[in-house]
T-cell receptor
Framework: AQKVTQAQTEISVVEKEDVTLDCVYETRDTTYYLFWYKQPPSGELVFLIRRNSFDEQNEISGRYSWNFQKSTSSFNFTITASQVVDSAVYFCALRSLGSGNTGKLIFGQGTTLQVKP | EPEVTQTPSHQVTQMGQEVILRCVPISNHLYFYWYRQILGQKVEFLVSFYNNEISEKSEIFDDQFSVERPDGSNFTLKIRSTKLEDSAMYFC???????????FGSGTRLTVV
């Protein structure tokens, strides 16, 4: 079975704090992709990053960084020096490439991040 | 940058009415998807579409739902007889290969009253 778990339902931080959003996934496939999306109050899904299962290099993009660890099936997302504009719901998603899988994404429950001024 | 376009952005319909949600995927994409997000919940897969047919559907996608690509550019989701519990945000997505270029539209908020 394929599953994504975001155990943190809500996180509240004060501006400029660092915050890490956790994502744990389950899949039996050896080839898969992991995604993070941001959903601001306006409702759209904003793509942040895609990682494939063969690339465990951590990635940094400005204040955002991602830590992918296959050994623990985790793909955690850290925002450094958080800002009020980072307030949103963040979703982690899994795309497996097993037989019969046609490209659907399996989403976690989402983590609501509130950054207070 | 190419976009997936969804119309309308918000639709209100009466229970029992049929509704059609429209999507224009990115032109060179071959894989098309519909997802649903009930308010405050996670995004759930409904259906995938490739080569002019449904390639996978979830348990949610029952007989009241159908999808169509009527003219080579639009991709529609029809709900035949809407129920109150169909109220949700519906997202269309398209992808070039099923992985590359996976792009979501901005969603249609459906409210069934």
């Amino acid at each position: 079975a394929q599953k994504v778990t975001q155990a943190q339902t809500e996180i509240s931080v004060v501006e400029k704090e660092d915050v890490t959003l956790d994502c744990v996934y389950e899949t039996r496939d050896t080839t898969y992709y992991l995604f993070w999306y941001k959903q601001p109050p306006s409702g759209e899904l904003v793509f942040l990053i895609r990682r494939n299962s063969f690339d465990e290099q951590n990635e940094i993009s400005g204040r955002y960084s991602w830590n992918f660890q296959k050994s623990t099936s985790s793909f955690n997302f850290t925002i450094t020096a958080s800002q009020v504009v980072d307030s949103a719901v963040y979703f982690c998603a899994l795309r497996s490439l097993g037989s019969g899988n046609t490209g659907k994404l399996i989403f976690g429950q989402g983590t609501t991040l509130q950054v207070k001024p | 940058e190419p976009e997936v376009t969804q119309t309308p952005s918000h639709q209100v319909t009466q229970m029992g009415q049929e509704v059609i949600l429209r999507c224009v995927p990115i032109s060179n994409h071959l894989y098309f998807y519909w997802y649903r997000q009930i308010l405050g919940q996670k995004v759930e897969f409904l259906v995938s579409f490739y080569n002019n047919e449904i390639s996978e559907k979830s348990e949610i996608f029952d007989d009241q739902f159908s999808v169509e690509r009527p003219d080579g550019s639009n991709f529609t989701l029809k709900i035949r007889s809407t129920k109150l519990e169909d109220s949700a945000m519906y997202f269309c997505a398209s992808s070039e290969t099923g992985v590359n270029g996976y792009t979501f539209g901005s969603g249609t908020r459906l409210t069934v009253v």
